[in-house]
């Protein structure tokens, strides 16, 4: 079975500097990689995902991510947070074979101050 | 834009009730999700559903059952709430082995 570690359970960072979320894999079998974000009284949306090629990925609202295999990370980044990024991230890991048996993190709360 | 439809968004409800919560997708997804959300925790999966007639449950013991009698429409219903049941409930779907899930609203569940 997968699982996936969030390595930071909050984020406080300041308007227009730059984040970086941690997650960490562990698989025995390929695998596909995703970043929700869920905003307050919502569920969660996609926002970037690796299924293969370039390991540089990028995603809506200017984030992007890389997925390292040799570290089995999956981190995402943004250059410049703005207030309106404030919400929770989700870290996804799934088969390749099976997205019945996608497992998520226990979610960053990225909080950007004025 | 959501396509994939909760109902109701918020539930009070006491002990001992039947309840179901609603979820349809307007997108034909095959594969449909139900997944209980609780703070700070990852999300777990509680049933799932390859298509009509098809449902199975997830990694997580749940007292839930599930029905998929229309491609659009995967309600999940608790015979007798409990206030241990007391959670989020997200609903979800995908196109295909690879593709993301794209998620409903959520139903905010409140057993006392």
């Known amino acids: 079975a997968q699982s996936v570690t969030q390595l930071d359970s909050q984020v406080p960072v300041f308007e227009e500097a730059p984040v970086e979320l941690r997650c960490n894999y562990s698989s025995s079998v390929s695998v596909y990689l995703f970043w929700y974000v869920q905003y307050p009284n919502q569920g969660l949306q996609l926002l970037l995902k690796?299924?293969?090629?370039?390991?540089l990925v990028k995603g809506i609202n200017g984030f992007e991510a890389e997925f390292n295999k040799s570290q089995t990370s999956f981190h995402l980044r943004k250059p410049s947070v703005h207030i309106s990024d404030t919400a929770e991230y989700f870290c996804?890991?799934?088969?390749?074979?099976?997205?019945?048996?996608?497992?998520f993190g226990a979610g960053t709360r990225l909080t950007v101050k004025p | 834009e959501a396509d994939i439809y909760q109902t109701p968004r918020y539930l009070v409800i006491g002990t001992g009730k039947k309840i179901t919560l609603e979820c349809s997708q307007t997108?034909?997804?095959?594969?449909m999700y139900w997944y209980q959300q609780d703070p700070g925790m990852e999300l777990h999966l509680i049933h799932y559903?390859?298509?009509?007639?098809?449902?199975e449950k997830g990694d997580l013991s749940s007292e839930s059952t599930v029905s998929r009698i229309r491609t659009e429409h995967f309600p999940l219903t608790l015979e007798s709430a409990r206030p241990s049941h007391t959670s989020q409930y997200l609903c979800?779907?995908?196109?295909?082995?690879?593709?993301?899930?794209?998620f409903g609203n959520g139903t905010r569940l409140t057993v006392t």
């Open positions: 559903s390859y298509g009509v007639n098809s449902t």
């Open positions: 997108m034909g997804h095959d594969k």
């Open positions: 690796y299924l293969s090629g370039s390991t």
């Open positions: 979800a779907s995908s196109a295909s082995e690879g593709s993301p899930l794209h």
């Open positions: 996804a890991v799934s088969p390749t074979y099976n997205n019945n048996d996608m497992r």
